[in-house]
T-cell receptor, first 111, second 120 residues
């Protein structure tokens, strides 16, 4: 079993839709959770960072963490074609200082 | 956020040659950098952790003699793929931690744009 599981998709939605991206993790030691966005042939870009359970909002993006169920989500409201990319969840225990990535979900927002 | 650059962005070489990839932190000092490898439509695979002034720590299954890492300064780490073969063709990405990034509770990683290596 992988430490971080992520549905690889691909996921295709119409412009303006709400997108839900999800990951589950198995290691209770993971304390910090990140979402990265990666455009084709580019390096990952940090989108959201959360520590505690609950929601964190940044513009059209909301990151949600539920440590009790080991479930993390990223919601994108009013999705745009420019949001088309691969989204990677990542987590770390902090002390290990290495990120453990999900496999990435490929998202396409159709105009 | 912090900026990390990589050079070259793309390289094509013949089998048996060595290729050096540079990773630079442009506006911060990075005591630790990470090297990843990514296959098409796959996630990032950590190859090694590069520590300034000391030997790199390689992940299991990564040949340290094939993938030479040097972290000679606080802003530069290099990955040299020695005697490259077609199976080494991949997308190589580095990341760096900004230990002074107090906006976050823990050190996060900023990624370079990646280097696409094609070995003929």
């Amino acid at each position: 079993q992988k430490e971080v599981e992520q549905d690889p998709g691909p996921l295709s939605v119409p412009e303006g839709a709400i997108v839900s991206l999800n990951c589950t993790y198995s290691n209770s030691a993971f304390q910090y959770f990140m979402w990265y966005r990666q455009y084709s042939r580019k390096g990952p870009e940090l989108l959201m960072y959360t520590y505690s359970s609950g929601n964190k909002e940044d513009g059209r993006f909301t990151a949600q963490v539920d440590k009790s169920s080991k479930y993390i989500s990223l919601f994108i409201r009013d999705s745009q074609p420019s949001d088309s990319a691969t989204y990677l969840c990542a987590t770390t225990s902090g002390s290990a200082r290495q990120l453990t990535f999900g496999s990435g979900t490929q998202l396409t927002v159709l105009p | 956020g912090a900026v990390v650059s990589q050079h070259p962005s793309r390289v094509i070489c013949k089998s048996g040659t060595s290729v050096k990839i540079e990773c630079r932190s442009l506006d911060f000092q990075a005591t630790t950098m990470f090297w990843y490898r990514q296959f098409p439509k796959k996630s990032l695979m950590l190859m090694a952790t590069s520590n300034e002034g000391s030997k790199a720590t390689y992940e299991q299954g990564v040949e340290k003699d094939k993938f030479l890492i040097n972290h000679a300064s606080l802003t530069l780490s290099t990955l040299t793929v020695t005697s490259a073969h077609p199976e080494d063709s991949s997308f190589y990405i580095c990341s760096a931690r900004d230990p002074l990034d107090r906006a976050l509770d823990t050190d996060t990683q900023y990624f370079g744009p990646g280097t696409r290596l094609t070995v003929l």
